[in-house]
């Protein structure tokens, strides 16, 4: 399928404004900034406002983390397929392409991109609906890896981002589709407190908070357009579809199609508008991929088999274990030496020292935070006579084929 281009006329006034200045400036400000702890900041030229918010995100303890985390196809060793660490710099790179071109705020955009799925767990999603049913099972209470995004930028290590990229990353769900993204006034830490804390009380609720500013959205809707394609390339690279899986579709059927004609969409409907929008044959196609997806890749994902016959057991083996721990205060065990021990470390000033959180929060955040081979490593440490033995499917599983006869 031909990729999409902007229209002429779109593409000349774009061109003529620019160079004129006269572009609708709908950028978020700098000097609106809001913060926790607000005190006097030296701003250089060279540092603005939230181009804090992006070092703080990277030089935050769990930032590294990110790169042994399952974005989709977990036990699988494969060097070019996708893990979280690169979808996070996709959908930085797509959401900036479309903010430059409506003149949004850049820094603002990535800063809420690098830290939107910092809080996700091991083992992608499937890891995250496990820890959901442990937490709620102790204690009536949800788990979502945006809420707890917030979580680990905001509590766990509170290095007072700003409000704008907390409600950009609580809002980036990319399981939910808008064919108008508008932003939702937030405007007070006190209401945001109110509107996580529901998040925890009611499961659904995660999924409808929405960010404050246009930078948030063209997050949100760039959170879909990178990985869309992009699942659909590592699932061809792991051989589980056959040849010609997907039908084509208005947007492309492969990643650099269905990213172009995306964001070509994007910035001919939302340019100079207070709103990102698709129009409505764009939105559609979008939502016929996103459930071509489900169908071929997200559900058959081909190791959800074993990950329900070993990785939900040792998740669940693992939280009994590190709660009674905790409630017993063994010193040694992980739960105080990797974790407790690690968060504290940190310079970070907390009104109320961390060991003081409820235990099965503490616990959430343990599990929450390892990567898929340290959460295998710490099961064997815990368990090392277990029944429960995780198998990848290795670089040379195939390996008949090299020593059959021609």
Not at 55 to 82: G, H
Not at 314 to 337: C, H, N, V, W
Not at 351 to 378: C, G, H, K, W
Request: with cysteine.
């Amino acid at each position: 399928m031909p990729k999409e281009k902007l229209s002429e006329e779109l593409s000349a006034r774009i061109a003529q404004e620019k160079e004129n200045g006269t572009h609708v400036d709908l950028a978020f400000k700098d000097s609106m900034v809001i913060r926790r702890r607000s005190h006097k900041e030296e701003t250089p030229v060279w540092r603005p406002k939230f181009a804090r918010d992006i070092d703080r995100i990277m030089y935050s303890p769990y930032y590294n983390r990110y790169t042994d985390k399952t974005q989709v196809f977990s036990l699988v060793k494969n060097d070019d397929i996708t893990r979280r660490s690169l979808h996070v710099q996709l959908v930085s790179r797509i959401a900036r392409t479309i903010g430059r071109a409506l003149n949004l705020n850049l820094d603002l955009i990535e800063a809420i991109a690098l830290g939107h799925d910092i809080g996700h767990t091991p083992f992608a999603h499937t890891g995250e609906v496990y820890l959901n049913e442990l937490y709620n099972k102790h204690t009536g209470r949800f788990f979502a890896h945006n809420i707890h995004s917030v979580r680990v930028l905001d509590q766990i290590f509170p290095i007072n981002l700003s409000l704008q990229t907390l409600v950009g990353i609580a809002g980036h769900n990319g399981e939910i589709e808008l064919e108008e993204y508008w932003p939702v006034e937030m405007s007070s830490f006190e209401k945001f407190d109110e509107e996580i804390e529901k998040c925890y009380l009611d499961r659904a609720y995660a999924n409808k908070i929405q960010p404050n500013t246009l930078e948030g959205n063209v997050v949100r809707i760039s959170d879909i357009i990178a990985y869309l394609g992009k699942d659909r390339q590592d699932a061809d690279r792991i051989k589980m579809l056959e040849k010609n899986a997907f039908a084509g579709s208005d947007i492309g059927t492969i990643n650099s199609e269905i990213i172009n004609n995306l964001v070509v969409n994007i910035i001919e409907n939302s340019y100079g508008k207070p709103y990102i929008k698709l129009d409505a044959e764009h939105f559609e196609s979008l939502k016929i991929t996103k459930r071509e997806n489900y169908a071929k890749i997200y559900e058959s994902e081909p190791t959800r088999i074993q990950m329900e016959r070993t990785v939900r057991p040792m998740m669940a083996e693992i939280y009994d274990q590190l709660l009674s721990d905790l409630r017993q205060g063994k010193k040694y065990s992980p739960i105080f030496t990797h974790h407790i021990d690690y968060v504290n470390q940190t310079h970070y000033t907390r009104q109320t020292p961390y060991e003081r959180t409820e235990p099965n929060q503490m616990l959430v955040d343990y599990i929450a935070s390892m990567t898929d081979d340290y959460f295998i490593d710490l099961h064997h440490y815990l368990f090392p006579d277990s029944t429960y033995k995780v198998q990848y499917r290795g670089y040379f599983d195939d390996a008949e084929a090299y020593n059959r006869e021609d």
